[in-house]
């Protein structure tokens, strides 16, 4: 089993849609999670942190299931700009050992 | 914050040449970060520092990939001879290594080597 999987889609979704992304990761001792943006040709940046009560930002919650070692993303009424790749991150046992799923590219359609 | 800053954005090179990548972390970070990325492979880590010690390196592809970081506000990946296979984007980036903090990455190199 992979470190960290993602299902690399692409979703194509209509504007207005709510759309989930899961990440699963294998090492039940890892301690931090964050969902990161990347649009093309540019840096990854942070979306939002996923704590262990689950935590919303705007249109967008995230959730974390330490039983079932999974993480979610989940956009609400997606917009045009949403367009982009949402890489999961996951922290190991040490703070150095970060671990990038591969991505999952979301295509919202007018 | 000036944030992870990066030099060259773009390097445009011939087969054989070194190429030295530069990276200023965000202050006050404990922790650096060189990775590589590309359409086949996505986001690889190469190597890691903390507290300007290099940690883990078992990225790097092959030894004529290096990495420095003589101080805390600056590192360096030097590719020596470069090949076409090394064309990637090569980001740099920097977190603090406690309070949950997450990644900043710098805007990334943009590597083409010919």
């Known amino acids: 089993r992979k470190e960290v999987e993602q299902d690399p889609g692409p979703f194509n979704v209509p504007e207005g849609a709510t759309v989930a992304f899961n990440c699963t990761y294998s090492?039940?001792?890892?301690?931090?999670f964050f969902w990161y943006r990347q649009d093309c040709r540019k840096e990854p940046k942070l979306l939002m942190s996923?704590?262990?009560s689950g935590n919303e930002d705007g249109r967008f919650t995230a959730q974390l299931n330490r039983a079932s070692q999974y993480i979610s993303l989940l956009i609400r009424d997606s917009k045009l700009s949403d367009s982009a790749t949402y890489l999961c991150?996951?922290?190991?046992?040490?703070?150095?050992?970060?671990?990038f799923g591969k991505g999952t590219k979301l295509s919202v359609k007018p | 914050d000036a944030g992870v800053i990066q030099s060259p954005r773009h390097e445009v090179t011939e087969m054989g040449q070194e190429v030295t990548l530069r990276c200023k972390p965000i202050?006050?970070?404990?922790?650096l970060f060189w990775y590589r990325q590309t359409m086949m492979r996505g986001l690889e880590l190469l190597i890691y520092?903390?507290?300007?010690?290099?940690?883990?390196d078992s990225g790097m592809p092959e030894d004529r990939f290096s990495a420095k970081m003589p101080n805390a506000s600056f590192s360096t990946l030097k590719i020596q001879p470069s090949e076409p296979r090394d064309s990637a984007v090569y980001f740099c980036?920097?977190?603090?290594?406690?309070?949950?903090?997450?990644?900043?990455f710098g805007n990334g190199t943009r590597l083409t080597v010919t």
């Open positions: 980036a920097s977190r603090r290594g406690r309070d949950n903090s997450p990644l900043h």
């Open positions: 090492n039940s001792a890892s301690q931090s």
């Open positions: 996923v704590y262990s």
């Open positions: 991150v996951v922290i190991g046992g040490s703070q150095g050992n970060l671990i």
């Open positions: 202050s006050g970070h404990d922790y």
């Open positions: 520092f903390n507290n300007n010690v290099p940690i883990d």
